[in-house]
T-cell receptor, first 110, second 116 residues
Framework: TQLLEQSPQFLSIQEGENLTVYCNSS?????LQWYRQEPGEGPVLLVT?????EVKKLKRLTFQFGDARKDSSLHITAAQPGDTGLYLC??????????FGAGTRLFVKA | NAGVTQTPKFQVLKTGQSMTLQCAQD?????MSWYRQDPGMGLRLIHY???????DQGEVPNGYNVSRSTTEDFPLRLLSAAPSQTSVYFC???????????????FGAGTRLSVL
């Protein structure tokens, strides 16, 4: 069974702090995605990484795909209250199916 | 442009009752799917469809039925609700569910279901 394990499960920080969340697996994936989910809403795609070692930046968010394509990280610089939400990693496993990690719930205090 | 619309937003059922969760999309996507989201377990795939008339099971299909008579609609039916089906249900669509940058899923806002 292919699994995506995310850590930490919960993170509460002050505005302006930096943070990194992780998505790990024992399986190799051809690509990996990060979604953000706000309370009462469905997940929204932030980024897809497709090449081992790839780094993508989205304003203050930096996403990295591990060299072996088994893991990924999301780094947020100078977090803001608007970054509060549930961050989910996801991977396509074939057969029209995508698996999701359990998520990291981030709370940024003003 | 509504995207993916789920109804109802909230529902409370008694054990044994049946109901249908509605999902409608106006994005002309062939692929539609249903997930349930439970604390600490992420999103788990219930059923999916790659086009009208075609459905298949996901990871947790037991207790749920689906049908796909049109491209736009993909209802999820609970035949006899159980407390274990208390969850938040999300419908999602995609143009091309496959590996890589084209695998973008668009989610509805969810249906929060409680089974007493």
């Amino acid at each position: 069974t292919q699994l995506l394990e995310q850590s930490p499960q919960f993170l509460s920080i002050q505005e302006g702090e930096n943070l990194t969340v992780y998505c790990n697996s024992s399986s190799v994936f051809s690509s990996l995605q990060w979604y953000r989910q706000e309370p009462g809403e469905g997940p929204v795609l932030l980024v897809t990484v497709v090449t081992g070692g790839e780094v993508k930046k989205l304003k203050r968010l930096t996403f990295q795909f591990g060299d072996a394509r088994k893991d990924s990280s999301l780094h947020i610089t100078a977090a803001q209250p608007g970054d509060t939400g549930l961050y989910l990693c996801a991977a396509y496993t074939g057969g029209f199916k995508t698996i999701f990690g359990a998520g990291t719930r981030l709370f940024v205090k003003a | 442009n509504a995207g993916v619309t789920q109804t109802p937003k909230f529902q409370v059922l008694k054990t044994g009752q049946s109901m249908t969760l509605q999902c409608a999309q106006d994005m002309n996507h062939e692929y539609m799917s249903w997930y349930r989201q439970d604390p600490g377990m992420g999103l788990r795939l219930i059923h999916y469809s790659v086009g009208a008339g075609i459905t298949d099971q996901g990871e947790v299909p037991n207790g749920y039925n689906v049908s796909r008579s049109t491209t736009e609609d993909f209802p999820l039916r609970l035949l006899s609700a159980a407390p274990s089906q208390t969850s938040v249900y999300f419908c999602a669509t995609a143009r091309a569910p496959k590996a890589g940058a084209e695998n973008i899923q668009y989610f509805g806002a969810g249906t929060r279901l409680s089974v007493l």
